[in-house]
């Protein structure tokens, strides 16, 4: 830990955490500085290993606002930190033993996570990962029923959720990773292409069956 280089060394570099004025040695992590300062609520938060995700913190450097993990963030003069708080419960709910045939994994997809479709490719997904996952493809490829390769994508992923913050359509692109990783994991998937063509031919019987019912 950068802190036991620090000892007895004169703190030089001041910031803001969470509102409070924080003196802290050049080479501290924001989170270890926020726990020498006795920051209230942050006092043992985190894994200090980048894998846990809880030390969520949005950074303001003058006009600049990003977002990231306190953990792998080293501190700078003048520049202000809010801690995140804790992800919510997830909004999108499913039962993975639910899933007896793997056929209709993606029109059950779509009813999961509608949103998905509705990817705006703004990039914010891609520029809150403090991983550096390419979120923005991830979602794309299990919106195209690849799930076997957004799982892939999302193997990094260690769910702090940043990325279903930055998302202005709500996708929850962090739970659609995992919905990839664990649907592939559930069992053998079938070729991408044929999902994909038997929901677009779900859909289409689907609009054809509403189009009778609507002229009877």
Request: hydrophobic content about 35%.
């Amino acid at each position: 830990m950068s802190t036991s280089t620090n000892e007895g060394k004169q703190p030089d570099v001041t910031l803001t955490i969470n509102g409070l004025a924080v003196k802290a040695n050049e080479g501290m992590t924001l989170v270890e500085a926020a726990w020498h300062a006795g920051v209230p609520r942050v006092t043992s938060v985190g894994c200090m290993e980048g894998v846990c995700g809880s030390c969520r913190v949005m950074l303001r450097r003058g006009k600049e606002v990003t977002v990231d993990l306190a953990c792998q963030t080293f501190v700078e003069n003048d520049i202000e930190v809010v801690f995140l708080p804790p992800a919510s419960a997830p909004r999108h709910h499913y039962e993975i033993d639910d899933f007896k045939d793997g056929w209709d994994i993606h029109a059950r997809f779509h009813d999961i996570f509608p949103e998905a479709s509705r990817c705006r490719h703004c990039h914010g997904c891609d520029n809150a990962c403090p991983k550096g996952i390419t979120v923005e493809n991830g979602v794309a490829l299990a919106d195209a029923g690849r799930y076997r390769e957004a799982g892939e994508a999302f193997f990094e992923c260690i769910m702090c959720e940043l990325c279903d913050v930055a998302c202005p359509e709500l996708i929850a692109p962090a739970h659609v990773g995992l919905f990839s990783r664990r649907i592939t994991a559930h069992f053998h998937l079938r070729p991408p292409n044929l999902i994909h063509r038997l929901e677009e031919l779900r859909q289409e019987r689907q609009g054809a069956t509403l189009k009778e019912s609507d002229e009877e």
